[in-house]
């Protein structure tokens, strides 16, 4: 899904919720809606840079 079209969803479940406060599908559309939001997020890729071959721990 592309970033505009994921925003576009959001905005519309976020509408939704508005609209219909005692609706019983509430739960899974704010769940849904959550999903949403937290994929929209920009997650940084994190690396493990310690590596022990590097290291000289005994300054051979």
Same mark, same amino acid.
């Given at each position: ?15 939704? *919720? ?13 769940? $849904? /809606? @959550?999903? *949403? ?10 690396r493990?840079?310690? $590596? /022990? @071959? ?6 051979v």
């Open positions: 899904m592309t970033p505009q079209r994921r925003q576009n969803k959001i905005t519309e479940l976020e509408q939704w *919720l508005r609209d219909n406060p005692n609706h019983p599908n509430r739960i899974e559309i704010a769940a $849904d /809606l @959550r999903k *949403l939001k937290e994929e929209s997020i920009p997650r940084t890729v994190e493990d840079t310690f $590596d /022990l @071959r590097e290291h000289n721990f005994y300054n």
